[in-house]
């Protein structure tokens, strides 16, 4: 049984950095597509950034350059640094394992 644990989240302001961390269990996430999404009220969710099981990463445009995706095999763990953030990255951030598991969410609000 696969369970992702999201953590990291919380109030920060602009110009601000979190870093948010997603331990899984129940299969290496070195083996998978792992990738973080965000869902702010009233939108869809969307893509953040991606990386693929051989280390290969992607991000949307809206935070290429200050987003950073990355892993500890070790640790099972993904991770995603989020620097410079804005009040338009506020949001419930997700992580998922490919096929189609998904964490419960954490939520960052970027205010002054």
């Known amino acids: 049984q696969v369970q992702l644990v999201e953590s990291g989240g919380g109030l920060v302001q602009p110009g601000g950095s979190l870093r948010l961390s997603c331990a899984a269990s129940?299969?290496?996430?070195?083996?998978?597509?792992m990738g973080w999404y965000r869902q702010a009220p009233g939108n869809q969710r969307e893509l953040v950034a991606q990386i693929i099981s051989v280390g290969f990463t992607n991000y949307a445009d809206a935070v290429k350059g200050r987003f950073t995706i990355s892993r500890d095999n070790a640790k099972n763990t993904v991770y995603l640094q989020m620097n410079s953030l804005k009040p338009e990255d506020t949001a419930v951030y997700f992580c998922?394992?490919?096929?189609?598991?998904w964490g419960q969410g954490t939520q960052v609000t970027v205010s002054s």
């Open positions: 129940g299969r290496p996430i070195s083996s998978y597509t």
């Open positions: 998922k394992m490919l096929p189609n598991y």
